[in-house]
């Protein structure tokens, strides 16, 4: 397949700009790939949709404050993105992204406008990849009093104290990521607890969403493209019980595509089967590609040109996912982070 195939036009005022008022008022579009049949709903309504026995799999990955403006020596303004700590690097390296970039070569000192932590840049990447060693100041401390969540840039308003915690699942417990894994903003504590008491178990893994996760696929072949590198558990008592779920006729649904890639990676490290792992992964799912610990899917609508839709078409087939985005279009359906839910089952 070409990249292009997946190719949509959005207007502008379908890419939500908050979130809804209340979590699952959100709107949900269920696709049911053996009926080849489309259906309107609301995401209150998932438990109408699941059934006891089925495994919800959760990412409980948290989004850490991870944008922090600083100062050149000189005065000039840069962004820097904390991304991950460096892996193998001196302690109190860190990855990150610069903007502008060419205001962070290596060598250069850049520090908080307080003076309170300064950075020195150790090495350059490309598309704005530094790595930067912390010399003064506590980077935990600092992002906790004045980094920003990084919410995408097509949400065009400032983030601010609120988006700390809206920007986030209500399950979200190991902070790490610089994304939130966004399927899941659909769920309340309420309706997780509907879920359980009807049945649905609740299973957590873990994938630090990175910027990675949302880098456009340039290439017209999508098999050029290659992932960036993120963290990801899944535990030997969460594999086990998973595993039983499906002997048992249940479904495992995975939320969310970051999800997916953590059950998936977790199964490439044994084998094929469902087992304990963890690690760094670099899993790209794009079509064609079989599943191995996925039944059904809880997502959002995703930006063309990305290993998201490339993921979602893998899962439902790239005509039927085709068929899904025009009727979400033409339905009034909201788009990205902070938009409506589509099932597949």
């Not at 930067?132 to 920003?148: F, K, P, Q």
Request: glycine share 8%; with cysteine.
């Amino acid at each position: 397949m070409r990249i292009e195939d997946l190719d949509y036009e959005l207007p502008p005022e379908r890419i939500a700009q908050h979130p809804s008022a209340r979590r699952e008022d959100a709107r949900l579009l269920v696709v049911d790939r053996a009926a080849s049949q489309l259906s309107d709903g609301v995401v209150a309504e998932l438990p109408r949709w699941l059934r006891a026995g089925d495994a919800l799999v959760l990412n409980e990955t948290r989004v850490r404050p991870a944008r922090l403006e600083v100062r050149r020596t000189t005065g000039g303004r840069v962004e820097l993105l904390f991304v991950r700590p460096e892996a193998g690097g001196p302690a109190d390296s860190w990855r990150v992204l610069a903007r502008p970039a060419r205001h962070a070569p290596p060598g250069h000192r850049l520090s908080t406008s307080d003076g309170a932590l300064t950075v020195e840049v150790t090495s350059a990447g490309r598309n704005g990849e530094r790595v930067v060693r912390v010399i003064e100041g506590d980077l935990a401390a600092t992002l906790g009093r004045m980094g920003e969540v990084p919410l995408p840039p097509y949400i065009h308003h400032a983030p601010d104290s609120s988006d700390r915690e809206r920007y986030q699942t209500v399950y979200a417990r190991v902070e790490g990521a610089v994304a939130a894994p966004t399927a899941g903003l659909h769920f309340s504590e309420a309706l997780l607890s509907e879920l359980t008491a009807r049945g649905v178990l609740l299973e957590r893994v873990l994938l630090h969403v990175g910027p990675g996760t949302f880098r456009p696929v340039t290439s017209s072949d999508p098999h050029a493209h290659v992932m960036d590198e993120e963290y990801f558990e899944v535990p030997a008592d969460v594999a086990g019980r998973l595993r039983g779920a499906r002997e048992r006729g249940g479904r495992i649904v995975a939320v969310g595509t970051t999800a997916v890639r953590a059950l998936e990676s977790a199964c490439d490290a044994n084998g094929g089967t469902l087992g304990p792992a963890s690690g760094w992964t670099r899993k790209y799912i794009l079509p064609p590609y079989r599943f191995q610990a996925v039944d059904a899917l809880l997502t959002n609508f995703h930006l063309p040109r990305t290993t998201l839709l490339l993921l979602v078409a893998a899962f439902a087939g790239n005509e039927l996912v085709r068929r899904a985005y025009r009727h979400a279009l033409e339905a009034g359906y909201r788009f990205y982070s902070y938009g409506d839910a589509m099932l597949v089952v």
